[in-house]
């Protein structure tokens, strides 16, 4: 591992502790890491809030939050979409929320090096990406959801299947460290990678999907962060003008939504932290630190900034999720602790060997440059 320079780290060490006890505060009773105090619920959201817990050393905090969802977790493998105090609001369940807590639970591994409580998880863990694989389509794609009435999701999004296609690779990490052979969730991460590679418009051609795709920053960089498109593919990608002028403002970070200058921090950071994922660390550390202006006196961080009116929105709500990103960035852009390698990691490429064309077949530039 590289050695770190102080200059990497986007917060101090009681920066990072008092964002550390923000998150243990906004943790309720039974585990579960709402957006807001007895507001909406949602899995992988939750899963994210846990993350930065571990992040910053309260695992038995993460444990918790891990229990939670194995009392929560209902008899296909997933979750409902939405929670309000309890009650379900959304009883769809989207399959990427489902998967996400194979990655929870692998990064509370590398940081905790407890082989004992992934044993203890892993049934939650095998039904939840269980639940995902049946749901995969032909071409590799994966349905968003299964919904209420029981029946898949006719559309796969793109966000989701990216951000699914790293769960499914710390789920084979979790199957092989516990010695479980799995390798139908080999065959589905493979044939969700290739999809994710080689033909990324199909979810630009969608025509069902409520919004239009591409308006959200995510599915630009998703395909990246969730280890899918990486090398010379990731690069031109991430950097590309058409991209960049639609969602990047310098100095202030990213859109959450293409029509709006809303700038938002989770977003910022992700890309960020996709950027540090192609090895592209100066540049990610730059665009990191446009949204630090946005910390409370209490370790939290506003979700974004409108601008010209340079008024935050929304007004005084404060989520797990968003502060945990900002422990997560801070993890990765050190590059010095147990868990600084995750996201760089989501290709799998070790793990999956020759079956993965970790560039991108569509390349059209040698892998070497």
Known sequence: MKPMSTNNRLLTPEQAKQTGLWLVDAQES????????????????????????????????????????????EADGAWPRWRVAE??????????????????????????????FLAETWPMVERALDFVVALQFNDGSVAWARKKNGRPA??????????THG???????????LGHDKPEWQRSVLALGDILRDDLQRYYRETLAPDPPGRFSMDWYYPVLGGAVRGVAGRQLLLDDKHVARFLEE??????????????????????????ALGLEKRAREVARWVLEHRTENGAY??????????????????????????????????????????RSLDGDDLLGEGIKPTGTGDSLPVTA
């Open 30 to 73: 039974k585990g579960e890491l709402p957006w807001l105090p007895g507001g909406k619920f949602d899995p992988w959201n939750h899963v994210h809030g846990a993350m930065g817990l571990a992040v910053a050393g309260h695992f038995e905090q993460a444990r918790k939050a891990y229990h939670y969802l194995a009392a929560t977790q």
């Open 87 to 116: 009650r379900i609001t959304d009883a769809a369940h989207e399959t990427n929320q489902a998967a996400y807590v194979a990655s929870g639970l692998w990064h509370l591994y590398l940081a905790t090096d407890d082989e004992e």
């Open 154 to 163: 006719r559309y796969p999004l793109l966000t989701c299947n990216s951000s």
């Open 167 to 177: 769960s499914l690779v710390c789920g084979l990490r979790i199957a092989d460290l």
């Open 251 to 276: 100095g202030s970070g990213l859109r959450c939504v293409a029509e709006n200058r809303w700038f938002t921090v989770a977003e910022t950071l992700e890309y960020a932290m996709a950027l540090d």
């Open 302 to 343: 506003q979700m974004g900034i409108v601008l010209p009116q340079r008024a935050y929105f929304p007004a005084d709500e404060f989520s797990p999720w968003n502060a945990a990103t900002v422990l997560l960035a801070d993890d990765v852009l050190a590059q010095q602790g147990a868990t600084a390698e995750f996201f």
